[in-house]
């Protein structure tokens, strides 16, 4: 391993794909040990339904705790087969838990219980078919003028992801007047794309605020078992600086990140600020392209043989 600075960020929902782990689980014990973890911690066959071809994959509450489960049994994995250690974490919306048990701020089976009832609540608050939302995607974005252009209408800036890309969350019937506004207020001379994404639910929008105080409840429950001092090394989705070493702290950000934007690009600068390395870890590489933009290499480990190319 190079000694240098390094920094460890993971992507989230969306990134799922069936079979993803399995060449880890195959033949790192360490990485087993996490899907084996993760089973007991839920109470149903996390490695089985990561490596199958099951629709429940697509729910929101099954598949965020299987992209932990298979980010953190990748993370252990490089650290037991090539002796991979990061100084500093980051994870975009789901993947700030990840990023949050990868540097000992939160025990792998809490973050497991706490995102399969994170991914619950948030299917609870709008029913499918409700919400929608959408990347949209050209030059030198400015998150807040899209949000006057979307004055008055029930969308929100969900996620701030790069210059060149922010995504909207909101009503799914509100969408195409959405669009329209902002088609009418870009730039001609800029080519302008809008991308429905396919997602169960508006996530990190005004209407996820109804489970606040529920999964507010859930945090508290498992406060005393963070260790803050470690999560200074991890960002924060909610104020896009890394977090404090306050545990209450901690907790308001995480509970405020459910129903506010993702600040992703203010997240890479923090880190990029830090660390000289940047590894995206996870079972697509969504990441990269957003540290491109911002003029930063981000090498992404998908799989055990691109892990053999990076660090073999």
Request: with cysteine.
């Amino acid at each position: 391993m190079e000694s240098k600075t390094t920094a460890a960020v993971f992507p989230g929902q969306g990134t799922q794909r069936p079979g993803m782990g399995k060449d880890f689980y195959d033949n790192i014990p360490a990485s087993r040990l996490i899907y084996e973890e993760a089973s007991e911690a839920v109470g149903w066959d996390v490695a089985a339904l990561c490596f199958g071809d099951d629709d429940r994959m697509n729910l929101t509450e099954y598949a965020q705790p299987c992209i932990l489960a298979t980010e953190m049994a990748m993370f252990r994995g490089l650290q037991d087969m090539y002796g991979f250690t990061a100084d500093y974490f980051g994870g975009h919306s789901l993947g700030e838990y990840t990023a949050l048990v990868a540097a000992g701020a939160m025990p792998l089976s809490d973050a497991l219980k706490i995102v399969n009832a994170r991914g619950r609540l948030m299917q609870q608050a709008s029913p499918p078919g409700v919400g929608a939302m959408a990347a949209v995607i050209t030059e030198n974005l400015d998150a807040d003028v899209i949000r006057e252009i979307l004055e008055g209408l029930p969308m929100d800036v969900a996620n701030i992801n790069s210059s060149d890309q922010v995504v909207i969350s909101g009503r799914a019937d509100i969408l195409d007047i959405a669009s329209d506004r902002l088609r009418q207020a870009a730039d001609p001379e800029k080519p302008l794309r809008i991308v429905p994404l396919n997602v169960s639910a508006p996530f990190h929008s005004r209407f996820m605020g109804t489970i606040r105080e529920a999964f507010r409840d859930i945090l508290d429950s498992v406060a005393a078992k963070l260790n803050p001092d470690k999560a200074e090394q991890v960002t924060s989705n909610f104020s896009g600086l890394f977090h404090s070493g306050n545990t209450s702290h901690i907790i308001e950000a995480l509970v405020s990140q459910i129903s506010n934007s993702v600040k992703w690009r203010d997240n890479m600068q923090a880190l990029a600020g830090k660390a000289q390395l940047i590894y995206e870890i996870g079972p697509n590489r969504p990441l990269r392209n957003f540290f491109m933009s911002i003029g930063i290499t981000c090498r992404s480990i998908t799989t055990l043989s691109s892990a053999k190319r990076e660090f073999a």
